[in-house]
């Protein structure tokens, strides 16, 4: 004969396991639902602020070793800006203009560094940019949402024609220098540009701190194994200070060179023929 309190027992088990298995696919389906609900929330918020999807792997990365013969010219290549500097926070898309398609993209990082750009204008919910890639001069809109912000409150001052370098902090002068620049057949190439990275390397004969600019020679399309990158750096020979004998690059004396060693990356940088 049955036991009928087993049996009753086994029943409740199997009843309570039944509710147990609905519930678990009730919640299952509700899972999925509020995910595709976010996914479509997000998609419409995405899509209201203009922000489509972009195949990122399809753009070349804005850096000191490529080039980018769509990028916008600076239009204003002498002119001093706010000294605000903007920090992308992951790979972002980099447009021609506002709402236009991108045409490259900008990492977070340039040469080990932190990637920081000078601020040339801004336009509702852009911010544009000065870019380190050739051509000189290239230039580029980003969503300013997307961005870190400061600002530096120093601006560098190249005269290749005088071979001064000036130091400016907040409009006064920190600090201006005999400098050599480029040679002739080699110039330094003027325009706005900035400080692109900080390179310490105590085992270089020539300069412990380099600093590269997102500029390149115009002559040059590649020295000593790289692209070509204009640098501010010492030099051991106290000399070719006030001279024009360099590849494109500034050799700065040591006081100088621990002075711009305080400046922020991103640092606007104008090179003048005065």
């Known amino acids: 004969m049955p036991d009928t309190h087993l049996t009753s027992k086994t029943d409740s088990l199997r009843n309570a396991a039944s509710r147990l298995r609905s519930r678990a696919a009730f919640i299952a389906v509700a899972a999925l639902l509020a995910a595709a609900l976010t996914s479509c929330a997000s998609d419409k918020d995405n899509a209201s602020r203009g922000a489509a999807p972009v195949d990122l792997t399809s753009l070349v990365a804005s850096t000191t070793e490529t080039k980018l013969p769509r990028a916008p010219k600076d239009t204003d290549p002498l002119a001093a800006t706010d000294g605000e500097v903007v920090h992308p926070r992951r790979t972002l898309p980099v447009y021609a203009a506002p709402d236009r398609r991108p ?26 940019v000065l870019l380190p890639s050739r051509p000189n001069g290239s230039t580029g809109w980003l969503r300013t949402a997307q961005l870190d912000r400061r600002r530096s409150p120093y601006l560098i001052k190249v005269h290749v024609g005088s071979r001064q370098l000036e130091l400016l902090r907040d409009g006064a002068e920190v600090g201006s220098w005999s400098v050599a620049v480029g040679a002739p057949e080699t110039p330094t190439p003027v325009g706005r540009t900035f400080l692109l990275a900080s390179i310490v390397d105590a085992g270089q004969s020539y300069s412990p701190l380099i600093l590269p600019l997102g500029s390149h020679s115009d002559t040059l399309d590649s020295y000593g194994g790289g692209p070509g990158t204009v640098a501010l750096h010492g030099w051991p020979d106290a000399s070719v200070f006030g001279s024009a004998v360099s590849h494109g690059c500034v050799r700065v004396p040591a006081d100088a060179l621990e002075q711009l060693r305080q400046v922020p990356l991103g640092t606007l940088v104008i090179v003048d023929q005065q």
Do not use: I
């Open 103 to 128: 045409f490259a993209k900008v990492a977070p990082k340039q040469m080990m560094n932190d990637t920081w750009l000078p601020v040339l204008d801004q336009r509702g919910a852009w911010t544009q």
